[in-house]
């Protein structure tokens, strides 16, 4: 079974904080990629990842900054957390050879304070 | 770039009682189409895909979808829900231009009433 997993299920932070969501994949999957999920507006793509060291802009991607080291870790920084990015955030991977679907992990709620 | 509409936020229906979760997507090139579950305070689940081919597609848990090429829609459904199909339910597209990038729907909340 494919497992994606994130650092942290709930997470506060104060405004102006650097905020680090880390994510990890065990299937050698080369995508990689960040939604926030808000009610109402469904997931919206933050950014993504082809490969290591190569990250691609998604819909939103202001405020947020992604890093991908290695293969199976895919992290997204918000440099200065602001309360509008109280979110859920969502981590999913997929092989390159597409349109396959998408794996997702459990998700983090993040609360801006 | 893809746009998905989902028409019903909320979608509350009686144990046993069939249900339709709707589907629309804008472009008519070659698609993907998936349908996901989220159970509360879990991440996505696949329920379904139509890649090419026959335009029923079955999924898990009892659920089916149809691909409608001419409506461009996937709509979603089951016969006879139980108290576990309450949760969240997103419909996704991908195509040949957007390759990997998924857009997804706003997200039908289904409520089953025992």
């Known amino acids: 079974d494919v497992k994606v997993t994130q650092s942290s299920r709930y997470l506060v932070k104060r405004t102006g904080e650097k905020v680090f969501l880390e994510c990890v994949q065990d299937m050698d999957h080369e995508n990689m990629f960040w939604y926030r999920q808000d009610p109402g507006l469904g997931l919206r793509l933050i950014y993504f990842?082809?490969?290591?060291?190569?990250?691609e802009k998604g819909d939103i991607p202001e405020g947020y900054s992604v890093s991908r080291e290695k293969k199976e870790r895919f992290s997204l920084i918000l440099e200065s957390a602001s309360t509008n990015q109280t979110s859920m955030y969502l981590c999913?991977?997929?092989?390159?050879?597409?349109?396959?679907?998408?794996?997702f992990g459990p998700g983090t709620r993040l609360t801006v304070t | 770039a893809q746009s998905v509409t989902q028409l019903d936020s909320q979608v509350p229906v009686f144990e046993e009682a069939p249900v339709e979760l709707r589907c629309n997507y804008s472009s008519s090139v070659s698609v993907y189409l998936f349908w996901y579950v989220q159970y509360p305070n879990q991440g996505l689940q696949l329920l379904l895909k139509?890649?090419?081919?026959?335009?029923l597609v079955k999924g898990i848990n009892g659920f089916e979808a149809e691909f409608n090429k001419s409506q461009t829609s996937f709509h979603l459904r089951k016969p006879s829900v139980h108290i576990s199909d309450t949760a969240e339910y997103f419909c996704?597209?991908?195509?040949?231009?957007?390759?990997?990038?998924?857009?997804f729907g706003t997200g039908t909340s289904l409520t089953v009433i025992p």
């Open positions: 990842s082809y490969d290591v060291k190569m990250k």
């Open positions: 999913a991977s997929s092989p390159v050879a597409g349109p396959y679907e998408q794996y």
């Open positions: 139509y890649l090419s081919g026959s335009t």
């Open positions: 996704a597209v991908s195509d040949w231009n957007t390759g990997n990038q998924f857009y």
